[in-house]
């Protein structure tokens, strides 16, 4: 016994030592605290703005919009960048979360896209910086489906009983049926959201099952014929699996972008805007979207990539692909009614 | 004779249900695509991955730490804790116990936002800001109960007489509880610490509330690639985490039946 206690003595001494040192390092540098998605960056990225800067980066991750709500609204967290979705950062805007950035810090802003600049969540650019972007459509299998697949009217057809998966996200799926009516997906009209949901019920037995993550491995381990997923999910599991295609409904989807934001109460906000710039610099937005394998905003990153990523229309979809897409709004007001038909969506029988 | 091949068949299956996902698992670390949905060859590139990213190392190194930490603190109090409590009298005992059992029976997320609540209001007292002090502190909370419960059984088990018997033959009280009691309910504390130690490596809930900027665990670090896929290279990390566990019970089976051969020899 003794011996156990001499064991944990000595386990204790060492953590506190290491911890000490650990703390020691990283005293007079300047410090900036950046939050974004688990694995969302090409990590040599932020080695390379520490030593170009001589700044000390402290790096988080999380995994869903509204965790890294809770966590920064709750004071527990002083990030000082963060990387939030589209809808977020309108709410944060609303909520004073944001800090409004000093554009004249961020002189490569100006090869952010057009397309990505005033968009409704941030209707003036004054607080955000697109980092990625994607859009919300449909995978299948060419195999399975022989059909040409060009609307959303497809996820509702009999002959694929049983072969169809649906995202387990609210706004994402009942966005689907709110498009296949031809409605914006954006809507406040409660008789709109009624006709979504009843057809949400009707496609239900259809259902394989409401999935997140997991469908990228099902698909491409050719589980099921369709399935809805990010485009940047579609890009990856086409490479895994060739028989998989991608298509953006006629009727329109949503269109996402991630963007970077700096937080209210930042002590180092010409820090942070330094790295949102670094960020827009053409070689690592470049060396971004190539690790990630999502889309990337930027003009110049865009001209380096290889001619068959962009000329995929899963990643780079044409103008006329996009024509009909929105970018989702916070819908702070309603959106417990869009709560209330996903549960009753998800409890029909 | 049925009935035997019925048992084994079953025990078989309990097995093949428990241990299936962790030999997939250990399967595709070391594949070559990224994938567990295709098979495409075989590679140690994870592994290699997994040793040049500082962010794993660093939330691994933490995970620890916090785990060995608020292990050995939370065995000490909930020993001592326990010892106290199997003295109280029944109304007052039977209080405390429930409140005992009130934090294991809570969800993890109230626990986890009320710590984070309660962080953030005692900073401008305490000058502590979340981070990795307050992730020890708020595992050493939810793991005390683990640890009283468990240490409780083995003092309802003690024989009273003993430790009266040696405080007859002049043993000090704390002589006695050091050499009489503490002996007696060692497996109890040991239990104790094991459960302390797994359910902090486990937690995320809690630590994600309770840490702040630049403090991450494994777990945490996990979650958050939920909207990418998990990587590899996390695979790779929990063979080489399964394989250091089933080594050290393998190690620690050895010396027990060495030992109690020895204690056999000598009787």
Redesign the interface.
């Known amino acids: 016994?003794k011996k156990a206690f001499k064991i944990?003595g000595l386990?204790?001494s060492i953590?506190m030592v290491?911890?000490i040192l650990a703390g020691c390092g990283s005293a007079s540098k300047a410090q900036l605290?950046v939050?974004n998605?688990?694995?969302?960056i090409d990590?040599t990225v932020i080695d390379e703005f520490e030593k170009k800067y001589n700044i000390d980066v402290?790096?988080?991750?999380?995994?869903?919009n509204e965790?890294m709500y809770?966590?920064i609204k709750?004071?527990?967290?002083?990030?000082d960048v963060a990387i939030p979705s589209d809808y977020m950062i309108e709410r944060m805007i609303k909520e004073g979360m944001l800090e409004k950035i000093d554009f004249s810090n961020v002189p490569n802003y100006k090869y952010i896209d057009e397309r990505f600049k005033n968009l409704p969540y941030d209707p003036n650019n004054e607080y955000s910086v697109p980092y990625m972007w994607g859009t919300v459509g449909i995978l299948y299998n060419k195999k399975m489906v022989k059909e040409p697949v060009d609307s959303w009217k497809i996820l509702w057809d009999e002959k694929y009983k049983k072969q169809i998966f649906m995202l387990d996200s609210s706004r994402d799926s009942i966005g689907v049926a709110l498009k296949m009516l031809g409605y914006s997906l954006n809507t406040r009209n409660m008789d709109e959201l009624e006709q979504a949901k009843e057809a949400l019920i009707r496609q239900k037995p259809l259902v394989l099952s409401y999935v997140?993550?997991e469908v990228?491995?099902?698909?491409?381990?050719g589980q099921a014929a369709l399935a809805v997923v990010w485009s940047?999910?579609a890009v990856?599991?086409k490479r895994?699996?060739p028989d998989l295609e991608y298509a953006i409904p006629k009727e329109g989807s949503n269109l996402w972008v991630d963007a970077m934001v700096i937080l209210k109460g930042t002590k180092n906000k010409k820090v942070a805007e330094q790295f949102i710039n670094f960020m827009c610099e053409p070689e690592i937005a470049y060396r971004n979207t190539t690790y990630?394998g999502y889309s990337t905003p930027h003009t110049e990153a865009r001209k380096m990539l290889p001619p068959e990523i962009l000329n995929d229309r899963t990643a780079y979809p044409t103008d006329e692909d996009l024509k009909n897409c929105e970018v989702f709004e916070a819908l702070s007001d309603v959106i417990k009614e869009y709560d209330r038909v996903w549960t009753e969506v998800k409890a029909a029988r | 004779m049925v009935g035997r091949v019925v048992k084994r068949v079953y025990l078989y299956l309990i097995f093949l249900f428990l241990y299936a996902p962790i030999v997939m698992l250990v399967v595709y670390s070391f594949n070559e695509?990224?994938?567990?949905?295709?098979w495409s060859g075989f590679t140690l590139k994870w592994y290699t991955e997994l040793f040049k990213?500082t962010?794993v190392l660093h939330a691994l190194?933490n995970t620890l730490?916090i785990a060995?930490?608020s292990a050995?603190i939370a065995t000490i109090i909930g020993t001592s804790a326990a010892i106290g409590i199997h003295e109280m009298k029944r109304v007052k005992k039977a209080i405390v116990m429930n409140l005992t059992y009130l934090p294991v029976i809570n969800p993890d997320i109230v626990t986890g936002?009320s710590l984070?609540?309660l962080?953030?209001f005692t900073k401008p007292f305490t000058g502590m800001?979340?981070g990795?002090f307050t992730m020890l502190l708020a595992h050493i909370t939810f793991n005390i109960p683990y640890v009283i419960l468990s240490v409780m059984p083995k003092l309802k088990q003690l024989d009273r007489h003993i430790y009266e018997a040696a405080l007859d033959l002049g043993a000090t009280p704390s002589y006695a509880l050091r050499k009489i009691v503490i002996?007696q309910i060692?497996p109890g504390i040991l239990t104790g610490f094991l459960l302390a130690f797994t359910l902090s490596i486990d937690d995320f809930v809690i630590s994600?509330?309770?840490t702040?900027?630049?403090v991450?665990n494994i777990a945490?670090?996990v979650?958050?690639?939920?909207?990418?896929?998990?990587?590899p290279k996390i695979n790779a990390l929990s063979t080489i985490m399964f394989i250091t566990v089933l080594a050290l019970l393998l190690i620690v089976n050895k010396r027990m039946s060495k030992d109690n051969s020895k204690v056999k020899e000598s009787v």
């Not at chain 1, 998605?37 to 969302?40: P, S």
């Not at chain 1, 709750?74 to 990030?79: C, I, Q, V």
């Not at chain 2, 979650?223 to 990587?231: E, F, H």
């Open positions: 016994m944990f386990l204790f953590i290491v911890g605290k939050y998605w688990g694995d969302y990590e402290i790096y988080d991750t999380f995994a869903t965790e809770v966590k709750g004071g527990g967290a002083d990030y997140s993550d990228k491995n099902a698909m491409i381990s940047g999910d990856y599991t895994e699996n990630i | 695509s990224r994938s567990m949905g295709r990213d962010e190194y730490a060995v930490l050995v936002v984070m609540l962080f953030v800001g979340l990795f002996p060692m994600f509330f309770t702040g900027s630049g991450s945490i670090y979650y958050s690639m939920a909207r990418r896929g998990v990587n």
